[in-house]
């Protein structure tokens, strides 16, 4: 049996030891960069630490993953950027985010594409619309290696939001994405774009009323601090991709390409399931913290978004909305 101490000489000295064929080409291992917009207590800097390790065993010691979390690098917007531009290897974030890049894709924040975690699972594994434009990244410079969790999209204002009514006119932070301003529209909201990382003092300075995310990160983002009233609407299922920058895909062995996917599924699998079991606790935890919670009528919810199939049908097409909405109420009425 191996102590510390023994793997770690042998790590430093490049000697192979049984068992652990990787470590002795620690020291030499190259270096990737890894960026996410969550702090170090969600479940996003938990499942990057996994990748990480199982990067380092899955490619025998060959890579290095080194995560840096809470915008350190880049916002969401800007991961990807750096991505094609060569500052990163690794980024996780909002399917919704790469809509920049790939326009269709906005079409995956309809609203109300899922009732559950399980529903969104099976769209995001099996849907072949959003595959197509899974498939049309690589030439942008990214490539999607695993589907992680995020969660539902609900609302954390800092005032009572009882129904769409009390939304209309209110400034709210949304990400910059063109299907979430629709929506927000739609229900009445006066949406501000701006990045995550900024969003807590934007509402701290009455900047903006409030924000819309999943469960997960408005408690990793602390927004029920500043926002106390949180308002499951989940009106848009919001997973997240791991993608990886194509040059640095390129350039690995097949084998390592293939160490780095499995790596990325068996982290996002770790990933789903623990945003999906860490909702209740979550929610607890912030309501022991002055949190207020309210699960409103849906139906009225989705009446006020029904708006938003239309406009899609307009602008990108009645085939592809078509297609999403139809595999997606295959998923709900399976």
Request: aromatic residues 10%; charged residues 20%; proline residues 5%.
């Amino acid at each position: 049996m191996y102590t510390r101490r023994t793997l770690l000489q042998g790590a430093l000295a490049g000697v192979a030891i049984s068992g652990f064929p990787y470590i002795a080409r620690a020291q030499n291992a190259k270096l990737l960069r890894f960026s996410h917009t969550d702090t170090p207590v969600g479940a996003r800097q938990q499942a990057a630490e996994m990748f990480a390790s199982k990067v380092a065993e899955y490619t025998g010691g060959r890579y290095k993953v080194q995560v840096y979390h809470s915008g350190q690098i880049a916002n969401d917007a800007k991961s990807l950027e750096q991505l094609q531009a060569g500052g990163l290897d690794f980024a996780v974030t909002g399917v919704v985010t790469f809509t920049t890049h790939v326009k269709p894709l906005s079409l995956v924040a309809l609203p109300y594409l899922a009732e559950n975690y399980e529903q969104g699972w099976k769209l995001y594994d099996t849907s072949k619309f959003i595959k197509t434009q899974a498939d049309a990244l690589p030439a942008k410079g990214m490539r999607v290696i695993g589907n992680w969790e995020a969660g539902f999209r609900s609302f954390s204002t800092n005032f009572p939001l009882n129904s769409p009514a009390d939304a209309n006119g209110k400034k709210l932070r949304i990400a910059p994405v063109e299907m979430i301003r629709w929506i927000m529209e739609a229900q009445g909201w006066n949406p501000v774009v701006l990045p995550v990382t900024e969003v807590y003092l934007a509402i701290q300075q009455g900047t903006v009323t409030g924000q819309e995310n999943p469960i997960d990160t408005i408690y990793s983002q602390r927004f029920y601090e500043v926002a106390k009233y949180i308002t499951l609407s989940q009106h848009v299922y919001s997973p997240l991709w791991l993608a990886i920058a194509e040059r640095t895909f390129k350039a690995m062995s097949p084998a390592d390409q293939e160490g780095v996917a499995k790596a990325a599924r068996e982290a996002g699998d770790w990933n789903r399931k623990e945003v999906r079991t860490n909702d209740e606790r979550l929610l607890a935890e912030m309501t022991s913290k002055g949190a207020i919670i309210s699960k409103p009528d849906l139906a009225v919810w989705r009446k006020a978004s029904e708006p938003v199939y239309a406009r899609a049908r307009q602008e990108y097409g009645a085939e592809p909305v078509d297609q999403i909405l139809a595999e997606a109420a295959a998923i709900r009425g399976a």
